[in-house]
């Protein structure tokens, strides 16, 4: 029996925590202001910008379309 778990399906990826915030701050957004318009909890919002959470795609897209962004610009680019 196979078993996949929805991080195998979409991991987690990896935000800029301090884009996330200059952002934020940019539009005169509160944490609490960025989450409802995202429509995540103003919690997540503080971990997010605090560095503490890995964020599943699905969430970035939406705090991406809440700061009319591409999600591309809140991930973490992995130098090699």
């Known amino acids: 029996m196979i ?28 944490q609490r202001d960025l989450a409802k318009r995202a429509r995540i909890s103003q919690g997540t919002v503080w971990r997010i910008e605090n560095g503490f959470a890995e964020v599943h795609p699905r ?15 809140l991930m973490i680019r992995e130098v090699r």
């Open 3 to 30: 078993t996949t778990s929805l991080e195998d399906i979409h991991p987690p990826v990896k935000i800029d925590p301090e884009k996330v915030k200059r952002l934020r701050e940019e539009r005169v957004l509160s």
């Open 59 to 73: 969430t970035i897209r939406r705090l991406a379309a809440a700061l009319d962004v591409e999600p591309g610009e």
